[in-house]
């Protein structure tokens, strides 16, 4: 029993479902896993990760809430197991280009339209725990494989790689979470030309109605990548 209580608590505690081994008995009930992670993706896509509950999942599978703790510990295992599902639901399509930057842009790419498809993923890995999932380790795998297939290497290719993971996840995360109505647009435009004085630059830009998300999110991974050749340049 200390034992128990030392994985689950204090320094040495391991809260990621994909670490801890799997419960296994005689009488585990006929819902598998699979099952679980489905009705969990089609629950959040639905009402959220504020409204997903132990009981509201249970009673989704037409089951008693006990029958999902053969699989799961908590809401965070289920919300854990989610993410990576979106992750893979789709491969990126690498491997045959003639260019590193191609395989990078297939892989974000990809990892963008499953966050979009699924909104309430787009916040998750940045607050809950490390994202370590296999599909997600699988489309992180083929990333850093082609970063150093181009030539980055130590420090540099732990920087190339987050600067990356960080442009599509903040990305998705604030296409995901802006709600701005046509009226707020104009009415903060307004009052942005009435405070030019303050704000000259983005009165001028229009800056409320810059919402032209997949051509910033390209010409920033654009940036990004052109950078990432300077260095490798240099």
Same mark, same amino acid.
């Given at each position: 029993?200390?034992? =128990?209580?030392?994985r689950r608590t204090g320094t040495g505690e !391991?809260? %990621? !479902?994909?670490?801890?081994?799997?419960?296994? %008995?005689? &009488? @585990?009930?006929?819902l598998?896993? !699979?099952?679980?992670? @489905? *009705?969990a993706v089609a629950l959040l896509d639905e009402e959220g990760i504020e409204r997903l509950t132990m009981r509201r999942l249970a009673?989704?599978?037409a089951v008693v809430a006990p029958s999902l703790y053969w699989h799961v510990d908590t809401k965070d295992d289920v919300i854990e197991l989610a993410v990576d599902a979106i992750f893979g639901? *789709? *491969?990126? @399509?690498? &491997?045959r280009a003639s260019h590193w930057r191609d395989d990078v842009t297939a892989v974000l790419t990809v990892w963008r339209a499953a966050l979009l498809r699924h909104p309430w993923a787009a916040a998750v890995p940045a607050r809950q725990r490390p994202t370590i999932g296999p599909n997600f380790l699988s489309g992180m795998e083929t990333l850093q494989a082609t970063l150093i297939r181009a030539g980055f290497t130590g420090k540099g290719l732990s920087a190339a790689t987050w600067a990356l993971?960080?442009? !599509?996840?903040g990305s998705a995360a604030s296409e995901s979470a802006?709600?701005?109505?046509? =009226? @707020?647009?104009? *009415? &903060?435009q307004e009052q942005l030309r009435a405070?030019?004085?303050r704000y000259p630059t983005l009165a001028a830009q229009g800056y409320l109605y810059d919402d032209d998300w997949d051509g910033s999110f390209a010409t920033g991974l654009d940036y990004l990548l052109d950078g990432l050749e300077a260095q490798l340049a240099a």
């Amino acid at each position: 029993m200390g034992g =128990e209580r030392d994985r689950r608590t204090g320094t040495g505690e !391991v809260r %990621s !479902v994909w670490l801890r081994p799997r419960r296994t %008995s005689r &009488g @585990e009930p006929p819902l598998t896993l !699979v099952r679980i992670i @489905e *009705a969990a993706v089609a629950l959040l896509d639905e009402e959220g990760i504020e409204r997903l509950t132990m009981r509201r999942l249970a009673d989704r599978l037409a089951v008693v809430a006990p029958s999902l703790y053969w699989h799961v510990d908590t809401k965070d295992d289920v919300i854990e197991l989610a993410v990576d599902a979106i992750f893979g639901e *789709a *491969a990126p @399509e690498t &491997g045959r280009a003639s260019h590193w930057r191609d395989d990078v842009t297939a892989v974000l790419t990809v990892w963008r339209a499953a966050l979009l498809r699924h909104p309430w993923a787009a916040a998750v890995p940045a607050r809950q725990r490390p994202t370590i999932g296999p599909n997600f380790l699988s489309g992180m795998e083929t990333l850093q494989a082609t970063l150093i297939r181009a030539g980055f290497t130590g420090k540099g290719l732990s920087a190339a790689t987050w600067a990356l993971y960080n442009h !599509v996840m903040g990305s998705a995360a604030s296409e995901s979470a802006l709600r701005i109505t046509d =009226e @707020e647009r104009r *009415a &903060g435009q307004e009052q942005l030309r009435a405070d030019r004085d303050r704000y000259p630059t983005l009165a001028a830009q229009g800056y409320l109605y810059d919402d032209d998300w997949d051509g910033s999110f390209a010409t920033g991974l654009d940036y990004l990548l052109d950078g990432l050749e300077a260095q490798l340049a240099a």
